[in-house]
């Protein structure tokens, strides 16, 4: 059965919390959430996040791709030629990543129905559940050792902690931290681009040097400066994971050859998909680097195609998938849920999304 339609749905889905980092304040996530109908009226449900600020999409844009060139890469075709379907929509359109992650996992997830199976099985697992962080917001001392108290007792033994906002003494608030969360909590560091790279190697010494027990490090400096970020990474001890830097496969490819970071997070709306993120968990594996999957500030839909992922990402830790635990509610009814510290896919056919809430 062929796709007959495909719909695009703008939502804004309030926080139970701000989510500060130090490039933006979140408050609601923005988000075009994308159906796609086949002619039995099925639908596959994917999400392209409005996140300018980081990589330049903005709901009114993603709409716009969508309902254009990527709508008519697709319509008439059938998701069972998944692989061709998902070739063309990376050719018709230069950029437009979160457009494109939209539509190529709405189509994963119909592919995945019209099979009768979840998607992590269409994607090769038969697990439906991935362990993920949570995040501490960047704010004042106290605040965060709070909400590190507050996470680690819900169950939570991985924080990642919004740094490189500016503040003087990011040791002493990682010191306050590593106090609340106890001993035994995993502790990574994320800067948001927010260091130039000597400011990164002295911050990161000194975290080290202050016996704070750091997983990683991550994106310390901006995305474009892959010199600044293989100095970093020469001049510590601590692992350096690169974000914002790793969009493509050549992207890792340069990240590799410069030996300028020893892990990256691999985010769907970068690199335009399940498909496409698949050729960067290949490449990274071929080359030894050490992979974390990620999202954007988004829904349950976009979180649910990177969890599913997940489950066969072989992942060098704890991935990063708290984005959906930050939502005052879900905005489709079905889909994802959380247990704990565990991102729990439900056993239904693609993502198990009925549709949109009520």
Request: hydrophobic share 45%; net charge negative.
């Amino acid at each position: 059965m062929s796709i007959r339609e495909v719909r695009a749905h703008r939502v804004s889905v309030p926080l139970h919390t701000a989510f500060v980092t130090a490039i933006r304040t979140v408050h609601a996530v923005e988000s075009v959430l994308v159906e796609m109908v086949d002619a039995d009226g099925r639908s596959g449900w994917g999400e392209g996040p409005g996140t300018w600020k980081v990589t330049g999409d903005s709901v009114p844009g993603i709409e716009a791709a969508v309902t254009g060139p990527l709508q008519d890469a697709v319509l008439g075709r059938s998701p069972e030629d998944l692989a061709d379907v998902c070739a063309g929509i990376e050719r018709v359109i230069v950029g437009n990543t979160a457009a494109k992650s939209a539509v190529d996992c709405s189509l994963h997830d119909l592919a995945a129905q019209r099979l009768g199976v979840p998607l992590p099985r269409l994607l090769g697992s038969s697990s439906l559940r991935v362990a993920t962080d949570v995040t501490l917001a960047a704010g004042p001392a106290q605040d965060m050792a709070l909400a590190a108290t507050e996470r680690t007792a819900e169950g939570f033994a991985v924080l990642k902690i919004k740094l490189g906002d500016g503040t003087a003494d990011d040791v002493e608030r990682l010191r306050l931290i590593r106090a609340a969360a106890g001993p035994t909590a995993v502790l990574r560091v994320d800067a948001n681009q927010g260091w130039t790279p000597r400011q990164a190697v002295r911050a990161i010494r000194a975290m080290e040097d202050a016996g704070l027990d750091l997983e990683l490090v991550e994106q310390p400096v901006p995305a474009g400066d892959l010199d600044g970020l293989a100095f970093v990474t020469a001049h510590v001890s601590t692992p350096v994971m690169a974000d914002e830097s790793v969009w493509s496969a050549r992207d890792l490819l340069e990240i590799v050859r410069r030996r300028a970071a020893d892990l990256v997070n691999v985010k769907l709306a970068k690199c335009g998909g399940i498909g496409p993120a698949r050729q960067l968990l290949a490449v990274a594996h071929a080359a030894g680097t050490g992979v974390l999957l990620g999202s954007m500030m988004e829904t349950h839909v976009g979180v649910g195609a990177t969890a599913s992922l997940a489950t066969v990402a072989r992942s060098a830790g704890v991935d990063d998938l708290d984005a959906a635990w930050w939502l005052a509610a879900s905005p489709v009814e079905g889909g994802l849920r959380y247990d704990s510290a565990r991102v729990v896919l439900p056993d239904a056919p693609g993502l198990g999304i009925a549709g949109l809430a009520s």
